[in-house]
């Protein structure tokens, strides 16, 4: 686990609802990652990807090129493509292949999700009694740590305030009008205490990785950033996660803080000292819990921190830089390497009118999804 694994590609296609496929949308990405690394597609030697709901990743080699390489489908929620980036990792630290690639891509369609209770190992009442749709569970947790620690529904609209601001700034963005905490607040309620314009939605894009070891990194064209670590957990006893249908006594466990503490222990370093992060904001009370659950302050301080500024791009945190989730919509597939292209973005330098000051030479990326899944990853410059 000691060797390094290095991004030398990166890339990703503006999210929304275009007129293009999935597929379609994920063969861009792949050839703009490999032309970034200054690589062609005949160089890799191994590739992992998925999607949720817009095909096989391995049926890309129709367009991609049909060169035999071992290509390996990923499927695990909103974790696909944190799951896929982790696979192309230990491929790399096993030996497998020395350059490796990691896509993933997604297009819903308009409206919620709507799993069934069956797939996920729930009684049909589940179902029925309206669980299934993800938005009431998000709005009880959120409801339920509001009130836990005296955090307020204002603290909501502040973090969907910053997440349409900095998609303004983000060309590849949905939504990329600013929108005023009072309007966020204003909007229609959906799950108490979460509003229309707190919420991400459902919709189309692509994103993908070059990985490879440092004697291939040598070769690439494009500057090179560090994966220190990369870490993927699924919820222990006494979790209260989506898709979760009780919660036991006790002290809540956290599936994001298992996989952030699991990948801050593999990276050799502490919440402290990142200076870019990504948090799952699939609304904005998520985003609110993750900064906690993540290492980046105690529960309960969010309010007092995201007031003052702290999460925005010129603050001490900078937290979802390109606006999230929540103005970038999320294509489950897509949603974790989008993450991991930002940071890398950042500790580049390229993020253009997003760019945090002072080069930061840090960056943590973290995805959370159903039933309880997260991946994280530490990375540096």
């Known amino acids: 686990m000691t060797t390094d694994v290095l991004i030398c590609g990166a890339a990703r296609t503006p999210f929304g609802r275009p007129d293009a496929s999935g597929r379609q949308l994920a063969v861009h990405a792949v050839n703009s990652a490999l032309a970034d690394a200054?690589?062609?597609?005949?160089?890799?030697?191994a590739a992992f990807g998925g999607s949720d709901s817009a095909g096989l990743a391995d049926t890309l080699v129709t367009q991609l090129g049909l060169s035999?390489?071992?290509f390996v489908n990923v499927k695990n929620g909103c974790a696909t493509g944190g799951s896929a980036l982790v696979s192309a990792v230990n491929a790399i630290r096993a030996g497998m292949a020395d350059v490796v690639l990691a896509v993933g891509f997604d297009k819903h369609?308009?409206?919620?999700?709507?799993?069934?209770p069956e797939d996920w190992g729930l009684a049909e009442e589940y179902g029925s009694d309206g669980l299934m749709v993800t938005t009431q569970f998000f709005g009880m947790k959120a409801q339920r740590y509001l009130h836990d620690h005296k955090?307020?529904?204002?603290?909501?609209?502040?973090?969907?305030?910053?997440a349409y601001r900095n998609g303004a700034r983000t060309p590849e963005a949905w939504r990329r009008k600013p929108l005023s905490a009072a309007e966020i607040l204003d909007s229609d309620m959906v799950s108490d205490p979460l509003t229309r314009y707190m919420f991400c939605s459902p919709g189309a894009g692509a994103a993908a990785l070059v990985l490879c070891s440092p004697e291939a990194a040598r070769a690439m064209s494009g500057p090179s950033v560090t994966l220190r670590?990369?870490?993927?957990?699924?919820?222990?006893?006494?979790s209260f996660e989506?898709?979760?249908?009780?919660v036991p006594g006790g002290r809540l466990t956290s599936v994001s803080r298992d996989a952030s503490a699991a990948a801050f222990e593999a990276a050799g370093v502490a919440p402290g000292d990142i200076d870019v992060c990504q948090l799952q904001d699939t609304e904005?009370?998520?985003?609110?819990?993750?900064?906690a659950e993540c290492g980046f302050c105690e529960d309960g301080e969010q309010e007092r921190l995201i007031a003052a500024g702290a999460t925005e791009i010129d603050?001490?945190?900078p937290v979802n830089t390109d606006g999230g989730c929540i103005a970038n919509g999320e294509p489950i597939g897509a949603s974790g390497l989008r993450q991991v292209y930002e940071v890398v973005q950042q500790l580049r330098g390229r993020a253009g009118e997003r760019q945090v000051p002072g080069r930061p030479r840090t960056g943590f990326t973290h995805v959370y999804g159903a039933p309880g899944v997260s991946a994280c990853t530490v990375l540096s410059r």
């Not at 200054?38 to 030697?45: L, M, N, Q």
């Not at 670590?229 to 006494?238: C, E, I, L, P």
């Open 38 to 45: 200054g690589i062609g597609w005949s160089r890799v030697r």
């Open 68 to 70: 035999g390489l071992p």
């Open 109 to 116: 369609p308009r409206g919620a999700f709507d799993p069934r």
């Open 151 to 162: 955090i307020t529904p204002k603290t909501l609209a502040l973090v969907a305030e910053k």
């Open 229 to 238: 670590a990369a870490a993927v957990r699924t919820r222990r006893f006494g």
């Open 242 to 246: 989506v898709f979760s249908p009780s």
């Open 284 to 291: 904005s009370g998520a985003e609110v819990m993750h900064m």
């Open 315 to 317: 603050g001490a945190l």
